[in-house]
RNA sequence: GGAGGGGUGGCCGAGCGGACGAUGGCGGCGGUCUUGAAAACCGCUGAGGUGCAAGCCUCCGUGGGUUCGAAUCCCACCCCCUCCGCCA
């Protein structure tokens, strides 16, 4: 959510910055407009309500003193008064339901050095690393898969629909390989604090980070209970702090969590259909990171780079690309996504996004810090990126270590954790 | 799932219809005293809106209701605790 204040201060940049991002410009002075009003009906309803209470102070003091006449005539007017409180107070609710409505509807805009483009495909690569494959020189993944008995996609339907991943043998351990593998690299090198939430979260939780209302169809929902599965581990672990002050010594907060991911994906259909490139449920190890403002741009670049080396260390080549204008997300003000090849299928997969929200999400939360305990708190900035993202980093692992004897070979940093394994066969 | 108890400021806890944004304690900050510290003593110490400011307004789990007036009474919901049942 947006500051109303920025919008006050500066309506015609704010309206420039969202239309990079391809949003219409016009709710900017709708709003302001309802602001306006909001604030005229505001200060007469203020004002009406001063008079009430000055009123009532009045009216203990005479039923106090006996003066009994005069209470009831006082009384009388007061409930005159009480009428049009409501009265303005219900004006006063309509207006602020129409901004809080409308300030949902503003994106977050992007940051300066967000470069200009209108969709994925016009997204700057930034860096490239390690040499890859030709394409066609691999194997798709769901071949290696189904050879070496490592997933199970028919079975996996038969349990819970297509889309669904049943792991087998030596690929269930994988699954739990890389997510040990990744918590332990930003745990042990990278300085990030481990916890595992909830796998489900309410309304308010996912209110907070964006997900009600705009992505509720992305989601699965437990209608019985309340409940959303989470579609990625953001939710919970950004959500620790919602409605909290912390004291600035806490900051920057890194956290990171593994948790499953479930997505309904929903308006896919017929895309990317085969083998693990979209599914419903895939696990993901997630940094969440709580900033002081004046830091978070720097502390983006560090978030990104904690990533790429999650990819490095399992001798995968990737890109990063920046995310421009058109293809940085709604809360987003800017973005990297980092992009594995994958000789198989000859595309590069989107395995980890990484992204600055700055006081997007905090204000929709109300996470604040305080500087000093005389300071006023203030709104701390949000980040959020993969550190990775399973199934794809498997496809892209597949078919990156495929041997000419069939065989696929274990990175050495993930063998202990696959009990010494050197290669898959 | 059943029965009871409870949600008040950073924390503990009082208030149970009018002078209460809320006594008191702890913690925190500032000061006096001290060579320094501790102790003692004094003062300050929730968040938000609006305004140049004084001020005014809103917030006592959440939402409704009763009343001229609600932290206080009524209803619903959420959360926590205790006991019983069930259970990995």
């Known amino acids: 959510m947006i500051a109303l ?7 015609d940049g704010v309206k420039r910055d969202i239309a990079r991002k391809g949003e219409p410009p016009d709710v900017v002075d709708r709003l302001l407009a309802a602001d306006a009003r909001r604030r005229e009906l505001e200060a007469t309803a203020n004002e009406l309500r001063a008079r009430r209470n000055a ?10 003193t006996q003066r009994r006449a005069e209470a009831e005539a006082l009384k009388a007017e007061l409930a005159n008064v009480s009428i049009e409180v ?14 809080e409505h409308d300030l949902l509807l503003v994106p977050n805009p992007p940051h300066a050095s967000v470069p200009d483009g209108r969709g ?27 050879r070496l008995g490592l ?13 669904f991943v049943l792991y087998t043998g030596v690929g269930a351990r994988l699954q739990r390989a890389l997510i040990g593998f990744f918590i332990d690299l930003h745990l042990e090198r990278h300085g990030y604090r481990e916890v595992w939430p909830p796998f489900v979260v309410n309304a308010a939780s996912a209110r907070g980070t964006g997900q009600l209302p705009d992505k509720e169809g992305q989601m699965y929902v437990v209608e019985r209970d309340g409940l959303y599965l989470v579609p990625t581990a953001e939710v919970p672990v950004t959500n620790i702090y919602r409605d909290e002050i912390l004291p600035a010594g806490e900051l920057p907060l890194n956290v990171v969590a593994y948790t499953p991911c479930w997505r309904r994906e929903a308006g896919a259909a017929g895309r990317d259909t085969r083998g693990l490139l979209r599914v419903h449920q895939f696990e993901k190890v ?23 080396e999650a990819v490095e260390a399992l001798e995968l080549p990737y890109r ?52 000093t305990a005389d300071a006023r708190p203030e ?7 993969s550190g990775l993202a399973l199934a794809r980093t498997v496809a892209a692992l597949l078919e990156t270590h495929l041997q000419p004897d069939g065989s696929v070979r274990v990175p050495a940093a993930l063998r202990p954790h696959l009990g010494g394994l050197e290669a898959i066969r």
Not at 5 to 11: A, I, K
Not at 151 to 163: I, N, Q, T, V
Request: hydrophobic share 30%.
């Open 320 to 371: 990063t690309v920046e995310r421009c204008g058109g293809d940085v997300g709604f809360a987003q003000a800017k973005g990297y996504d980092l992009e594995a090849w994958a000789p198989g299928v000859g595309k590069w997969l989107e395995i980890s996004s990484c992204s600055n929200y700055t006081d997007f999400q905090s204000r929709r939360m109300n996470i604040r810090y305080r500087d």
């Open 55 to 64: 009123g009532n102070r009045q009216l203990g003091e005479l039923i106090r």
């Open 86 to 99: 409501d009265a303005m107070t219900g004006g006063l609710r309509d207006i602020e339901e129409s901004i």
């Open 286 to 308: 997630e940094m969440v990171k709580l900033v002081r403002p004046e830091t978070s741009y720097d502390e983006l670049e560090r978030l990104t780079r904690d990533a790429e």
């Open 5 to 11: 204040q920025r919008l006050r201060d500066d309506p």
């Open 379 to 385: 709104l701390v900035h949000t980040l959020n990126g």
């Open 151 to 163: 997933f199970d996609l028919e079975r996996g339907a038969k349990l819970a629909g297509s889309g």
């Open 120 to 146: 994925a495909e016009e997204n700057p690569v930034v860096r490239e690393w390690g040499e890859r494959r030709a394409e066609g020189s691999s194997a798709p993944h769901w071949e290696i898969g189904e």
